[in-house]
């Protein structure tokens, strides 16, 4: 099992920044892939970053330029840093880590993200 604890989401104005951290625990030998997704009212979770124990990201088109994921070395924890924020990024949102090995997924809490215009 792999615990997963998100921080710092908030209230932020338009224009603002904010940096998520989620830290995992438990049985994280073998993981490879660590990820952001958010979901807002109404709308279905997608992806925001991600990135692979190789080094490897991917995001979102509405995100890139914006924000970026980033890990410790040890890949226990995962950041994502999200500048120019704007209203539409509103969302809570939930760290993933993948054991692709196993086919694992593990899922944080989530954290709110709110933007005011």
């Known amino acids: 099992q792999v615990q997963l604890v998100e921080s710092g989401g908030g209230l932020v104005q338009a224009g603002g920044s904010l940096r998520l951290s989620c830290v995992a625990s438990?049985?994280?030998?073998?993981?490879?892939?660590m990820n952001w997704y958010r979901q807002a009212p109404g709308k279905q979770r997608e992806l925001v970053a991600g990135l692979t124990s190789g080094g490897s990201t991917n995001y979102a088109d509405s995100v890139k330029a914006r924000f970026t994921i980033s890990r410790d070395n040890a890949m226990n924890t995962v950041y994502l840093q999200m500048n120019s924020l704007r209203p539409e990024d509103t969302a809570v949102y939930y760290c993933n880590v993948r054991i692709s090995a196993l086919l694992l997924d593990y899922w944080g809490q989530g954290t709110q993200v709110t933007v005011s215009s």
């Open positions: 438990g049985s994280i030998f073998g993981v490879n892939v």
